[in-house]
């Protein structure tokens, strides 16, 4: 995506908006860096305007006018983040919660409260987003299919479709504007966590929700965990409602630390990317690796197939942290079918393509050639398995 251009409905390019938005009042506040409002509560002397102001959110969610009420129903600091990161994923309204899992348990809560339980998915997903599911504990049934299929997986009580594109940790990608097409009215709900807005916008591509797990990307620093759904404001209402009731709330310094991770997205990801792009080069052209996964829309994630243990790969990183998590200034490498979707049936993770020697890699800012240098050596360390050894050749990169 090219930054450099206006977005949609903004005369203003997404790497200014990245900047700007969600800050553009503080200079009239003779301000510079936004401030962290910590209140939990705050003064009213006007009990019956605030009646009236809290009657009004429960029967719409709306945000509250005037000063704030209480920090289960929102937070100036969190507000910021929410209004510049529904301008990037140009969307009406964003509402944050305290994770990624929380924004998707909200979703699924909206669309059960009007006796739409059903959702169709499309695998892989993230792991605990699969479990979720699966096991029905919020009271949902799922129906698992390939894009191909939603169609005919649609039912009356359907609720949602959900996607990830590039999915995780495959790196799988769809064409979103078609799936949104085989949704008809159903909301398609899109997790654009290893995108972000730089590399797509899925509400262009009529996607009705925009998940991210901000913990990732968003916030970039891997010091902030966190969730946020962009959407329109009539299901913004709605998740507005369900966070003040389930009281899955942003911390304000969370709120703080995203709005300022948002300022630096554009130039993490480009440069994150590129250095991705390279070692993915890398990685294919070397006959320890049997399959590189990079997705054409490009990005900062990797998955590979080692032809040796990717277990004794994890044990002999140096440079390259082995963590969960992704989206940081620095490269974490991990094993998903250990840990990521260690919770979803064995023979429904290899089925979505999340093979036993397959690794993720989250590549971060660090000098490309360090990077190598340390994945040349742990690659050294993995050996050949003996069911493997005399097939070795390049990797065949999925581009």
């Known amino acids: ?42 003064p009213s002397y006007d009990s019956r305007g605030e009646a009236v102001r809290i009657d009004a959110f429960a029967t719409t969610g709306a945000e509250p006018e005037g000063p704030p009420v209480y920090g289960r129903l929102g937070n100036p600091t969190v507000a910021r983040f929410e209004t510049a990161l529904a301008r990037l994923e140009g969307t009406e309204s964003a509402v944050a919660f305290a994770s990624g899992m929380a ?4 979703v699924l809560l909206v669309r059960a409260s009007a006796g739409l339980r059903h959702v169709v998915a ?24 390939d894009p191909a299929g939603i169609t005919d997986a ?18 799988a990608e769809l064409d979103l504007r078609a799936v949104a097409h085989a949704c008809g009215t159903v909301p398609l709900l899109a997790d654009n966590t290893f995108a972000t807005p730089v590399l797509q916008r899925p509400a262009e591509q009529g996607a009705r ?41 942003l911390h304000p310094l969370a709120g703080y630390l995203l709005l300022r991770g948002l300022a630096t997205l554009p130039v993490r990801v480009r440069a994150a990317s590129a250095n991705a792009a390279e070692l993915a080069r890398r990685l294919a052209a ?8 990079y997705p054409r829309i490009g990005g900062a994630m990797i998955a590979f197939e080692v032809t040796g243990d990717p277990h004794e790969v ?50 971060g800012l660090e000098d490309v050639d360090d990077l ?23 990797a065949t990169a999925h581009l």
């Open 286 to 293: 070397d006959p320890r690796v049997s399959r590189v996964h």
């Open 209 to 249: 929700l925009v998940l991210h797990s901000a913990t990732k990307y968003l916030g970039g620093h891997g010091d902030v965990m966190a969730g946020v759904v962009a959407c329109d404001e009539e299901l913004a209402g709605q998740l507005r409602q369900v966070r003040f009731a389930t009281g899955g709330v």
């Open 1 to 42: 995506m090219d930054s450099t251009r206006a977005l949609p409905g903004s005369p203003r390019a997404l790497a200014t908006e990245a900047v700007h938005a969600g800050r553009d009042d503080l200079a009239r506040q003779g301000l510079h860096a936004a401030p962290i409002d910590l209140s939990t509560t705050y």
């Open 103 to 106: 924004a998707l348990s909200a």
């Open 314 to 363: 994890i044990a002999a990183v140096r440079l390259i942290t082995p963590a969960v998590s992704l989206g940081s200034v620095d490269t974490l490498i991990q094993h998903p079918a250990s840990i990521s979707h260690r919770i979803v049936d064995a023979d429904d993770r290899r089925g979505a393509g999340v093979g036993d020697r397959l690794l993720r890699l989250s590549v």
């Open 122 to 145: 499309v695998r892989p997903l993230y792991g605990c987003s699969d479990h979720l599911l699966t096991a029905g504990l919020l009271g949902s049934e799922v129906t698992w299919t």
């Open 372 to 394: 190598w240098a340390d994945l040349d050596e742990a690659l050294g360390c993995a050996g050949t398995p003996a069911e493997a050894r005399g097939t070795a050749r390049p």
């Open 154 to 171: 649609l039912r009356p009580d359907t609720g949602l479709v959900l996607v990830e594109s590039p999915a995780n940790p495959t790196l």
